[in-house]
């Protein structure tokens, strides 16, 4: 089986890291998929974004890391309608998660969404609330791979 695990990667975090790995030892093939959202520039660029992937993710090279536009059940549908991944941190995601999963069975009835339970270790984090840390330079080296401490150290150093 197929899965995807989309989302904005701004940046990767140990969170995401952790259900990647879990992922890839549950299914035949994973693609982690970065969204190119015109509407919010973000801190990393996309190019960056997928850098960073490749380079937390390179003792895994089946894992293919890729970027799609628009919607993603549209996305998902090309690449041959495979499962749609998403983590569950707590039950305020819930809500969020649930809305997203209905939408994109409505617009397509073939494709699921199947959520996988975040590690407690990592269950507080997001990539804004790294981004808010690393801006004050604040200490995120056991929370992102060495590779994005690394970048948000040059990125905050260059004033942004
Ligand atoms: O990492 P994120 O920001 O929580 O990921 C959210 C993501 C990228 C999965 C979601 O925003 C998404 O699928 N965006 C693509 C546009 C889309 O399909 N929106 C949902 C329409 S109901």
Do not use: C, W
Request: cysteine-free; glycine content about 4%; hydrophobic content about 45%.
């Amino acid at each position: 089986m197929h899965a995807i695990y989309p989302g904005s990667f701004d940046p990767v975090t140990m969170g995401h890291i952790d259900i990647i790995l879990r992922a890839a030892a549950q299914f035949d093939e994973l693609t982690v998929a970065v969204l190119i959202n015109h509407n919010k520039k973000g801190l990393f660029t996309i190019e960056e974004r997928l850098d960073l992937l490749r380079e937390s993710l390179k003792e895994y090279p089946e894992i293919k890391i890729e970027s799609f536009s628009g919607l993603l059940i549209d996305y998902a549908a090309k690449k041959g309608e495979p499962v749609i991944l998403r983590g569950l941190r707590a039950i305020s995601d819930f809500e969020n998660e649930m809305q997203l999963a209905l939408a994109n069975k409505n617009s397509n009835r073939n494709i699921e969404t199947l959520f996988m339970v975040s590690n407690p270790k990592y269950s507080f984090l997001s990539s804004s609330l790294i981004r808010e840390i690393a801006a004050f330079q604040g200490d995120v080296s056991n929370l992102v791979p060495p590779a994005v401490e690394k970048a948000l150290r040059l990125k905050y150093k260059e004033g942004l």
